[in-house]
């Protein structure tokens, strides 16, 4: 059988655009896929439709791949099955809306929303105009992550009680600042920065999909969230920590986040583990990073010692220069959801981003974190400058 299409539009034209388009136009033979394909039919830019082009033309795309100059364009072209949000998270709600209010099927960055509110709404708009609609959280679709559900799920660390996941850098300079101008994404409070939104939500997609995903649908238990923050001088957090607590599950989930110190002390991962899974018969040990890690251990409690451990290769497409971000599984599940007629994705379900969501809100007002109302507004507007680029 003919293998299933899908039409991408791409909203933005920065830093993760490029390597997700790169990824798309990978061949799926190379990652052993062979029931569906991507293709990229149009790009918009906010700033100009030549930078559109520009972009098409820097990615080796389809020369009849659309070049638009403004996001409502993209929108409206009747060609795309579905929108790429990859613009700032302060701009996610307003575009993805845009999107979904013309009808569109949506894939959107991390982190959803800034605000909880704004992703329940985004949610209700999906469901009432009837599209796919997913935050691009990859590594949950990553063949690691799938085969380390499956362990736990096997019963084969025993009952999980605690996860400790981190995702930190160390962006510490001598003269106290961070690494990052004030009015970069990472810490501009205007575009949502800091390092919960940005990095925190992959230690947190760790405690979620080991504590809260595998649950069957009775034993879900919205945690008990408890924070501490430390502020950077532009207001954005720059050290977080949460603790998620599931009581009627005596478990505990510790996501942890910082722009002052890595992970781990390299930066090469030779070091103690991102991530630890404890279960009462043995432990599971991710190797970072936590967005994009391609090693675990497992230890178990059997007085034997013995570790195992399980490289997951991201697969590189020689045709394509050996590219291979591990953005494709996720583009994947898209289009697999798309032509099976789902709404939702099953591995990140709207109800899922939505408690993680609440998770942050909690602990960002536990920590009094502000963000503009240009950004944290859960009303529409098409004509808002989040959606024009008139900044
Ligand atoms: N999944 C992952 O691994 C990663 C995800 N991300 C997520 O992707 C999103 C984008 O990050 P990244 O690509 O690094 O960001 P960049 O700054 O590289 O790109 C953002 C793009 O958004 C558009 N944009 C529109 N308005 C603005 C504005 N006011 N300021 C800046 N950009 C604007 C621009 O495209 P144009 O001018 O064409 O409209 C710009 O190129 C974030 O939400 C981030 O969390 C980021 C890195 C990795
Ligand atoms: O999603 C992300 O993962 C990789 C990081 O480098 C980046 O800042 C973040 O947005």
New binding site residues.
């Given amino acids: 059988m003919a293998p299933f299409t899908i039409k991408w539009g791409i ?10 388009t790169r990824d798309l136009l990978t061949d799926p033979a190379a990652r052993g896929v062979d029931d569906i394909r991507h293709e990229i039919v149009a790009v ?5 439709s030549e ?2 082009a520009a ?1 098409i033309k820097k990615i080796d795309g389809p020369a009849s791949a659309k070049a638009y100059g403004s ?1 409502a364009e993209l929108v409206a072209d009747t060609n795309v099955d579905i929108i790429y949000v ?7 709600f307003q575009n993805a809306m845009l999107a979904i209010q013309a009808g569109k099927n949506v894939l959107c ?3 959803l929303t800034v605000t909880a509110s704004q992703t329940k709404k985004l949610v209700e708009a999906a469901r009432e105009k009837n599209v796919f609609f997913m935050e ?3 590594v949950r679709f990553f063949p690691l992550s799938i085969q380390i559900r499956e362990l736990i799920k096997s019963g084969a660390i025993g009952p999980v009680y605690r996860v400790h996941a981190d995702l930190s850098f160390n962006m510490d300079l001598p003269n106290g600042k961070i690494d990052f101008p004030d009015s ?2 990472m810490v501009n409070p ?3 920065g800091g390092a919960l ?2 990095l925190g ?1 992959y230690s947190l997609t760790w405690v979620f999909q080991t504590l809260y995903h595998l649950k069957a649908e009775e034993d879900k238990e919205v945690p008990n969230v408890v924070s501490a923050i430390n502020k950077y001088d532009t207001g954005a957090d720059e050290m977080t920590s949460i603790i998620c607590q599931f009581p009627k599950n005596k478990a505990m989930g510790i996501a942890t986040t910082t722009l002052r110190v890595g992970t781990d002390l390299d930066g090469l991962y030779t070091g103690g583990p991102a991530i630890r899974i404890q279960g009462s018969g043995g432990e599971i040990q991710v190797t970072g990073p936590a ?2 890690p391609t090693e675990y251990k497992v230890i178990k409690k059997d007085g034997k010692g013995h570790v195992e451990v399980v490289q997951c290769p991201i697969p590189q497409d020689p045709k394509r220069d050996n590219w291979g ?1 591990g ?1 494709f599984w996720e583009a994947d599940e898209c289009a697999r959801c798309l032509r099976d007629g789902k709404k939702q994705s099953d591995t990140m379900p709207w109800s899922e981003s939505i408690v993680i969501l609440e998770t942050m809100d909690s602990a960002l007002k536990q920590g009094n974190v502000q963000y503009p109302e240009l950004i944290t507004t859960d009303v529409f507007d098409p004509n808002s ?2 959606n024009t ?1 008139k ?1």
């Fill in positions: 909203l933005a034209t920065g830093g993760i655009a490029e390597n997700f918009a830019s906010s700033t100009s930078r559109a972009f996001y990859a613009t700032p998270h302060s701009h996610h960055e991390k982190a691009a959280v990859w970069h994404r205007d575009l949502a939104l940005d939500i967005y994009r971000h953005m400058p989040l680029g900044r």
